[in-house]
């Protein structure tokens, strides 16, 4: 039975995702206001928001990872986001691309803590059949990040200006910090499994990494998830530059229209997907991997309306299919590591994921769209965005055939 002490927990590590995730995220809802001041390209763009980022989060997070199986989980996680809101403040104040850039990896640094410490404490808070549902609710984070950050961050720049947007934003960041320590209890680890796994006493870093990366289930889903997260994030990140600059929404429309289509498909199709997940892998563990692949093929007719799309009304119409359908994979993929691990391992299982799909998708996806961006800009200066955008549409196929791929292992006896 479910407590109501692990539905409160739930909401308050889901609120510092929606954090995390707003902070992440704040960059690339404000790309426009903070190019025409400190003049970055399209390029510059990508890798502070893909490459640069993604470098210090993925890394950092393995001996984060590791030292939260071996301590407290959810002091790791209150220390996390002190850091990471603290790094944001700084983002504010940044006066060059080069000052932004070092705030931006600050911000990289603290996020690393953030997501697998709540992925094992929300495991350790419910039991097996209702984790797919509990973690499809956690990660509806990022949808409520970014839409949050694209109401309140554009309205807020639109007002004042983007500076006061990082550092009002940044603010919430630090007391809610102070919140999660408070009052958050750490669980016990594995006391919800249905097999006792006796824990292993302060289990090597390393061991754990071998483990993992000799389970050929969690290296596919992995690479799965990276090469969705390609496609993902690189609409995620340059989205709002493409509405505003080729599609002519200013920033108020962006907070009231785009906002609203993140927030509502974006998080519907993370919590379907999680419910899915609890009804239909007990009848065949493949559904891990034929759902998310499903859902990506759906997604791309209408992926490629919102990128011809003549107007920004009729993109954003195109755009509720992608955003409803790219995140299938993350509950699935999350849940498929939290079963497949022991207990005493999940959270820098749940390191190593991230480490595998954020160092492909992160650090590719915006890193790449900025390059190609640049790359159109020299002959078709007017739509470069757009053209680049078609470029991701062969991420997708791949992304559905290593699901595919998964889906076929998984179909084999244990």
Known sequence: MVTRRAWWVLAVLCFVYVLNFLDRQLLSILAKPIQDELQVTDGQLGRISGLYFALFYCLISLPVG?????????RVLSLAC?????????CGLASSYSKLVVARVSVGIGEAGGVPPSYAIVSDYFPPHKRGTALGIYNLGPPLGQALGVAFGASIAAAYSWRTAFIALGAVGIVTAIAVISFVREPVRGGLDTVATAPVAREGFWLTCRVYFSQPILVLVSLASGATQIVTYAIMNFTTLFLMREKGMTLGQIAAYYALIVGVCF?????????????????????????PAVALLLAIPFFVGFVRAPTWPVALLFLIGPMYFNYFYLSAAVTLVQQEVAPQRRVLSGALLLLVMNLIGLGLG???????????????PHNCLQLAFYSLIPFYLLAVVLFVALGRLLARPS
């Open 82 to 90: 002190a850091l990471w809101s603290a790094a944001t403040v700084a």
């Open 366 to 380: 915006p890193t790449y769209l900025g390059a190609m961006s640049d790359y159109f800009r020299v002959d078709h």
């Open 66 to 74: 590791w030292l939260a199986d071996r301590t407290s989980r959810v």
């Open 267 to 291: 998080g519907g199709g993370i919590y379907t997907s999680g419910r899915l997940i609890d009804r239909w892998v007990p009848r065949s563990k493949r559904a891990y991997a034929i759902i």
